[in-house]
T-cell receptor
């Protein structure tokens, strides 16, 4: 148990649906991340938030919309996704001054039909 | 650019065998960190070890050991006397900087280890 939780753990959605993924940590970390893990590909960094401010958008399509209302919560809003967006979405957080020390949540397994 | 190569896609061993997972990296940074993570079927990434680029001492933790060779840019991971519970995907990772100068991780594609009873 790393202290980073993600809900839901599994999600199936159609291409016209709108859904959101949630990540939560109460570790006192200031930075939060979204990663995408597709089959047979390395984990890809999507977004980085530092003290609620987005510091990195790794050329992610606009159908993925992150939101970070505070340092403890991170959302990923999904709309009009494509089947190739099916993947494991992992959230991570890191403590102040140690962005290399990332703690990962269990992930949300997303299937787009 | 950062790059991590895990050439072994899948490894199958029988319980009690020793197994080594290879990791080769590329970076232009003089200071960096290397990591190994374990991802069991449940999905979460479990942190195993972090190694600073200035520390080339090998490390042993129970049945796990790591061999960091800066000269060959390798950071290999050995499991001694493997057990069924070791079955998982193992990822090697390297710190790097994003375009905004923020530290992040570059992962290899992972090695799936299957330990049979």
């Amino acid at each position: 148990e790393t202290g980073v939780t993600q809900t839901p753990r599994h999600l199936v959605m159609g291409m016209t649906n709108k859904k959101s993924l949630k990540c939560e940590q109460h570790l006192g970390h200031n930075a939060m991340y979204w990663y995408k893990q597709s089959a047979k590909k390395p984990l890809e960094l999507m977004f980085v938030y530092n003290f609620k401010e987005q510091t990195e958008n790794n050329s992610v399509p606009s159908r993925f919309s992150p939101e970070c209302p505070n340092s403890s919560h991170l959302f990923l809003h999904l709309h009009t996704l494509q089947p190739e967006d099916s993947a494991l979405y992992l959230c991570a957080s890191s403590p102040p001054g140690r962005s290399y020390e990332q703690y990962f949540g269990p992930g949300t397994r997303l299937t787009v039909t | 650019a950062q790059k991590v190569t895990q050439a072994q896609t899948e490894i199958s061993v029988v319980e009690k065998e020793d197994v080594t997972l290879d990791c080769v990296y590329e970076t232009r940074d003089t200071t960096y960190y290397l990591f190994w993570y374990k991802q069991p079927p449940s999905g979460e990434l479990v942190f195993l070890i972090r190694r600073n680029s200035f520390d080339e001492q090998n490390e042993i933790s129970g049945r796990y050991s790591w061999n960091f060779q800066k000269s060959t840019s390798s950071f290999n991971f050995t499991i001694t006397a493997s057990q069924v519970v070791d079955s998982a995907v193992y990822f090697c990772a390297l710190t790097g900087l994003t375009n905004s100068g923020y530290s992040t991780l570059t992962f290899g594609k992972g090695t799936m280890l299957l330990v049979s009873p």
